[in-house]
């Protein structure tokens, strides 16, 4: 089996599976490769819209009821999360609408984001709702970014098929990279 055949054959026998497992935790960049693979016809759009769903409402509620049931311990391990509390309530009090939906577009505030979240006096059904509508909006407009990126590729080259996987393979590439740079960035190891 050639190598082009072998990461389409990979991409679709695991390619849900990777994007519900990026997803738990930040997965914008597995979330990107997965809309490029769908415009390339390895995925389902759809599907991989509903997975990433999915994978994100869970992963951020999951966070949230770790912030419910251990928040006094998680702040007390990372005192900069818990000088943020008094001003994540009084946000989440006047524009929890915005807030809980929106907080999942905001680099690193993925995971922690819930977990103050879970930590706050808002109640758990009123997150998980409002969870799941920005799971919704980020899966199909990360997805979305990804099929278009694979659109305006095949309008600038002639044979997108010769190069679909080295693309999809680069969009992986440079995602870790951009991740790995930030932690060093932010002096983590």
């Keep these: 089996m050639a190598k082009r055949e072998m990461i389409a054959t990979f991409v679709a026998n695991y390619g849900y599976l990777a994007v519900f497992a990026g997803t738990l935790l930040e997965g914008e960049t597995i979330l990107l490769a997965a809309g490029f693979a769908a415009h390339c016809g390895l995925l389902d759009w759809k599907l991989v ?104 590729l095949a309008a600038m080259l002639d044979d997108l098929k010769r190069v679909e996987e080295a693309v999809l393979v680069l969009i992986l590439l440079l995602g870790g990279g951009l991740w790995l740079w930030r932690r060093r960035r932010a002096g983590k190891p």
Excluded: C, E, K
């Design 49 to 152: 819209a509903l997975t990433a769903m999915a994978g994100g409402a869970l992963g951020d509620q999951i966070s949230f009821l770790l912030g419910r049931w251990r928040g006094d311990w998680a702040l007390a391990r990372f005192p900069r999360l818990a000088a943020l509390r008094p001003r994540v309530q009084d946000l989440l009090a006047r524009h929890d609408v915005l807030i809980i939906p929106g907080i999942r577009f905001v680099y690193g505030l993925r995971i922690a984001g819930p977990l103050i979240m879970g930590w706050s006096r808002i109640s758990p059904l009123r997150f998980g709702l409002l969870n799941l509508v920005g799971a919704a909006f980020w899966a199909l407009v990360i997805t979305g970014a990804g099929y278009a990126f694979g659109t305006a």
